[in-house]
């Protein structure tokens, strides 16, 4: 399996499961930026209870997933690894929070064509917002230069009063500024 096909399959256990999730991160900001290597995915997922129960049974036994980080995952809405096996593939799956961007972010996700199938995307404004929260808190200067490409890429069709309004939200304010002196 290539790396694509596994974040393919890993969206066909969600979609046949019901489960609405969203792909974020250096995915999505190739998606619409600057394509660049990866070495994980991201996802977002709206599950809780049974039917969080239920994915874990789905990704088994292709995918390790560690059950008590899995169960802590879902109980503290946070991140746990799905990792696939053959090739080594991780999934880094996220259960969605209820702070207002996290939602407002899920709302604006985008289907966007992929190999053949259609997987649920952050939008480009929220894949910059995310970027510029990730490289606000040290991450790395690789989020914001992805940032930086999405921005420059998409330029022309971005609401930009969204990304300034969230932005100030935030506290990337700042960084968002930066990032509209340097975008070319």
């Known amino acids: 399996m290539t790396d694509d096909e596994i974040v393919l399959d890993f969206v066909g256990r969600l ?10 991160g250096s995915f999505a900001s190739s998606m619409w930026g600057r394509p660049r290597a990866t070495h994980d995915t991201v996802v ?7 039917t969080a129960r239920s994915l874990l049974s789905a990704l088994q036994p292709d995918y390790y997933v560690p059950e008590q980080g899995f ?51 952050a939008s480009p404004e929220d894949t910059i917002l995310s970027k510029l929260e990730w490289s606000r808190r040290g991450e790395s200067e690789r989020q914001y230069r992805d940032a930086l490409g999405v921005f ?20 990337v304010g700042e960084l968002l500024r930066r990032l509209e002196t340097e975008a070319v």
């Open 44 to 50: 977002v997922v709206v599950a809780h209870g049974p």
């Open 15 to 24: 979609e046949r499961l019901s489960i609405p999730y969203m792909i974020v």
């Open 71 to 121: 169960e802590d995952a879902v109980y503290r809405r946070g991140m746990v690894n799905a990792i696939h096996q053959k090739p080594v593939w991780k999934i880094d799956l996220i259960f969605q929070s209820d702070d207002a961007f996290a939602k407002a972010q899920f709302e604006r996700r985008v289907a966007v064509a992929f190999k053949g199938a259609t997987l649920q995307v």
């Open 152 to 171: 420059e890429v998409q330029r022309g069709s971005l609401d930009l009063r969204y990304v300034r309004e969230w932005a100030e939200k935030l506290r």
